[in-house]
Structure formats: C-alpha cells, structure tokens
C-alpha cells in the first residue's frame, strides 16, 4: 500500500507512510540518511525507502492489483534499484532523471512497485514500470498512492489508495503558506492504514536535513535525527 508526498510552501517536506503486512522492517539511521530497511529472504536487509543527506527522499508504493505491464523485460531498468541508487547516494536525481528517459523500466515478477522520488530542490519524479514517468518541477505538492497516475481502466485496475489519494490532495490544496513538519505528520495521520497496517510514517524537513518518524501510528513516540 503506502502513501508518498512531497510539499513545497516556505519550505520543501517529504513525508511517507509504510503500510505493510507480514514483513520484516526497521529504521536506521546514520550521518549519511534514515533508511526504513526490509528484511528480504534473498538478498537480507535492503534500504528502500527514507532520506539522505543530499537531500533526496525516495518511497516506493506498489501499484495494487499487480499490473503485468511492469514485469522484468529485456533491457529494462529495476525500479528498485533505480530507487536504492538515489537513496544510498550512488546516483543524483537527475541521473535517475536520464536513465528513466532513455530507457524502459520494470518491477520484480508478480509485483508492481512504482517510485516516488524527490530532491533537496523540492523536484519530483514519479516512475510507474511498464507505462512511464512523470517529473514534476517544484510543484506545490505531489501526491502518489496505489495506483497509475497513468491511468487504465476501472475494470481492469481499479484505483487501490484514491480515497486517500483525494483526502491528502484535499489537504494539500488547501495547506497553508506556513506548512510544516506537524501539518505533514496531520497529512499522514489522515490516509494511516489498518487492515494493511501504517507501520511507519516519516516527515523529511529537507532544509534542516531533518528526519522525523513514529512506528505503529503512535505520534506521541516521535523520533528525529538530523543528517550529517
């Protein structure tokens, strides 16, 4: 599941909600960025989601029925790594930004992940394997939940997450001049999850190169580190 979002106002926030069942997880955090890490059977902890240093924010919501059209083809980027690059600092956004142009992009067999990256300048790329990206440069805010933002019809794919997809682009729309770390986590709180239980919500303050995040949908355990 999961829901990405990144706001520019008076200043640019990145926040994330990690909605997962049944999986292994934790946070870590070091001088370099807060990784929220999953404990894969294969390849053992990866950084998928969270912060670094630069500046970047990367989450990776999953489109949700799975499409086929993101499955691994001949040539194709990895979404995955893609995303890993950008948050472990071996590629720049607008690297990523290239790649993405020239080349076409798949998930992993069976499973459609999308990205939801952004940069310490407040630009977003969205990339959906199979069909595509879109960049969006500094917008007010950018929304991104289980679904294709391009598109496909309702019988085939119905439209995982836009319940909270149109609660947080309400609020969005509607946000302050003086948008803040609080106001972010207020975002959040509103799209959480049950059934598919929110195990992680997370706030980047990207010009204070601070990260906030609570587990378990407990605001009251807030946790902070500030990137070195």
Known sequence: MCT?????KKKTLAGWNLDLKDMEYRVT????GVYIEINDPTEGWMPLFGANSRG???????CWPYDAASDPKEGAENVILLDMDLLLQRKTFDEICQI????PVASVPGLTFMGALSDAEGNVLHIVPGHGFLKYEKPDHCVLTNFSPFGG???????MGRDRFEKAEAMLKNAKSDF?????????????QEVCP?????????SERTVYWFEDRLRQNMRSYKLG
């Open 153 to 159: 019809t309702e019988a085939a794919h119905p439209l």
């Open 56 to 62: 970047d924010f990367v989450g990776m919501p999953t």
């Open 29 to 32: 955090a070091r001088p370099e």
């Open 180 to 192: 803040g770390t609080e106001d972010c986590f207020d975002v959040l709180e509103a799209v959480s």
């Open 100 to 103: 993405v142009s020239r080349r």
């Open 198 to 206: 929110t195990v992680v919500s997370m706030v980047f303050d990207v």
């Open 4 to 8: 990405s979002i990144v706001v520019n």
